[in-house]
């Protein structure tokens, strides 16, 4: 009776504080749907997408149904992505270069290449869930996944090459791939880091600031100079907006992490809690485990030591206590802000027009609004 | 008794068996040793590769060392692939081109390429074992193992960027990369053919020479083709080399299926009868199913009736009993031959000096030998 009733208690404070913890999401809702604001761009890069992969057949054609699922393409009104690295790529282009068709291969490139990295982090974190569906390796096996990942790999590289019918020159082609190849290696780099921090207890914050700016603000920043290298050959431009993107891409996880550690499975899509249960070195676990009182911060060295199995749920809502407690939360998300407006105030030194602008800021606040 | 007398009779069978099926194979010993006859190109090859790789450092170096480590770059004398593509890369180039400087860092991408593939299948066969070591999934796991193929995959495109210092066009580098990427994905397709056919009983030769020439030919040709590609622009002599190159793939996939249905462990350095195991479908086993007699037909249905769990060594041995009665094994044996002539005559038909010409055919002799 004991034990059933000490069970009892800690599920109802399991309750108790996911619903503490959930009562706070509400200022994560997104002022603009991006879907809506954006309409005219998501579907002429989905329609793009679906055009360099729509070109294959033949007896291999169950792997780019495999894609296609992934992607979401293959319902009209099936769950996807937001879109949002080929959406920053697009606006960038129009801020220097007006009307974006001819950037819409760059568009697609990045969109697939970042699936790639997708489906191959779904079977590296064991994740059977993505935008409340089955991953792909949940449904055809890890063997299938890995080469799916692979394929998409080489179609956004292929998708590229169109660029040349748009009369992009071979120069800029050129200048382009090469910063698409070394953020493809830096994405490698960031996402060794992230699994290898997993078994690691000690992890500081600038280890984990390496790690997410390769394993995730270089690809976000590659996508927005990809915009610019199409547009102008200006190497300060360039840099200009890679340095916009590299600040957003730093947010953006930023928030991403409070997102996997504060957030409901039905939210967020994924698992809930999933990175605490992984013991992933987010923001919060790695700040606490510097800022936090002694006890705390002893105790989360403890939960977070290395360990073949999940956390329980009874150890993910005592880190969640402890998080909350030690203000690591606050901190992740007025961190997020802190790059965000970064990022803002470079948007807003832009010598561009108004209307570009406006749309660039109105993406960045929709996608990062913590 | 009775159990374990059957038990021993069928041991000796199966020891029987491997003999009479060892005792055939001195046929396919290489008749030139390629580590001698090429070791200025094989130096080159590995020491651009090396450069390649070393260029990297940081936080991610155990990246690094997982990739030198797969390459066999981490040891003078570790055991490492025979660098076939590469070779005939600059071999290629050589007939056309002359010296071959120009064209090495084409080589070592295609080998990185090569590489990136064979990772992932690694994982995708459960292969523990590669070149007489465990592969390196066995020893960092799949996660590490699918991002360090990933990184291969990136490495092998920014190695081509190093064909501009020695002063190849922007042109002549976008037609080698867009060859390089089609090849990828055609290789993603063969990948894909070749894992969903394990889960097939009927799949006829017409079905294995399609997923063959991606999985296999695809890279050769291209690797071959690159080294044309290079060193002129003639799309005829393109085509030329690329089919010289699809040939030879086509032949070394065959001798390779021999090997991996025939060979002891001990000669193909994989494990014995593993393409047997999972009831892979090779040349012998597609061609006994359309040519053996009824009965035998029938059986090795039955045996390779998709199942969760591999082939038992009885069962491994009853396949192999009928493969060599109904003529399968010489059979696979003498199509590795034809196809390895038809690039011979290829070879041949070439004009170009006669040294670069009998390079090209000590190489193809040297690496299939059936």
């Known amino acids: ?55 294959r057949d033949g007896q291999a054609r169950e792997l780019y149904e495999q894609l296609s699922y992934h992607l979401g393409l293959d ?88 660029l040349l019918d748009g009369g992009v020159s071979e120069g800029r082609l050129l200048a382009l791939m090469r910063r698409y190849d070394e953020t493809c290696l830096a994405l490698c780099e960031g996402q060794f880091l992230d699994i290898t921090f997993e078994q690691q207890t000690d992890v500081g914050v600038a280890a984990y600031m390496e790690m997410i700016s390769k394993k995730t603000a270089a690809l976000i920043g590659a996508a927005i100079e990809a915009g610019a290298i199409l547009a102008t050959d200006d190497p300060e431009i360039h840099a200009t907006y890679r340095e916009l993107g590299n600040e957003l891409g730093l947010a953006f996880q930023m928030a991403d992490d409070v997102k996997g550690t504060f957030w409901s499975s039905e939210q967020s899509g994924k698992p809930e809690a999933g990175d605490l249960r992984r013991r992933k070195k987010t923001l919060p676990i790695v700040w606490a485990m510097e ?42 998300q007025s961190e997020a802000r802190r790059y965000r407006d970064r990022a803002l105030s470079i948007i807003d030194g832009l010598s561009v027009d108004s209307e570009p602008q406006r749309q660039l800021r109105t993406l960045v606040e929709a996608v990062i609004n913590p």
């Not at 800690?10 to 503490?20: G, T």
């Not at 956390?311 to 402890?322: G, H, K």
Request: aromatic letters at 6%; glycine letters at 8%; hydrophobic letters at 45%.
């Open 1 to 55: 009776m004991l034990g059933h009733g000490a069970d009892q208690n800690l599920l109802i404070a399991s309750i108790m504080m996911r619903r503490m913890v959930t009562s706070l999401e509400p200022l994560y809702a997104s002022p603009v749907d991006i879907r809506t604001e954006f309409s005219r761009e998501l579907t002429d890069i989905e329609n793009e997408m679906r055009s360099v992969i729509g070109e």
């Open 75 to 162: 319902n009209a009104d099936g769950p996807r992505g937001k879109r949002i690295r080929p959406l920053l790529g697009l606006l960038a282009y129009r801020s220097l270069g007006g009307d974006y068709d001819l950037a819409l291969p760059g568009a697609a490139a990045v969109e697939l290449g970042h699936n790639f990295s997708l489906v191959h982090d779904d079977i590296e974190d064991g994740d059977r869930e993505r935008r409340h569906r089955p991953t792909l390796w949940a449904i055809w096996g890890i063997p299938l996944a890995i080469n799916a990942g692979d394929a998409l790999f080489a179609l956004s590289r292929l998708a590229l090459y169109r």
């Open 291 to 332: 800022h936090a009182a002694e006890a705390d911060a002893a105790r989360l060295r403890s939960l977070y030591a290395p360990a073949e199995e999940p956390m329980s749920d009874a150890q993910v809502d005592e880190t969640l206590e402890i998080l909350v407690r030690c203000g690591a939360r606050d901190h992740a």
